[in-house]
């Protein structure tokens, strides 16, 4: 009994804490790489743009999401990306663009 009581104290901090845990909003745009759209696009539900909301704790972890996302390994597929990010509902960095256009994985389309 007395485990079970524990177990549920243990869940009720992490559920509480989780309540009041801010909440990351990406907004990614992709560019397709010509005659790739439905492959670049398929992360997004077909969609050039979406929201995604990883789990971030604060405002720079929220930022270093946006920044992670820049990463491209379909050189082929996807020519770049463009992320900015809210947290709370406040712009991240002051709606700061996280990925750079001149990224070493961006613009390698055949």
Known sequence: MKRLIGYSAVLLVLTISNAFAGKCVLSV????CPGQEKESYAKCGGKAACSEEPAADSEAAC????LDGCSNGRLTITKSKEI???FDGKPVLGGKQFCKADRPDFNGCK
């Open 84 to 86: 900015t990010a809210t």
């Open 29 to 32: 745009t992709r560019v397709a």
């Open 63 to 66: 930022a270093k999401a946006g």
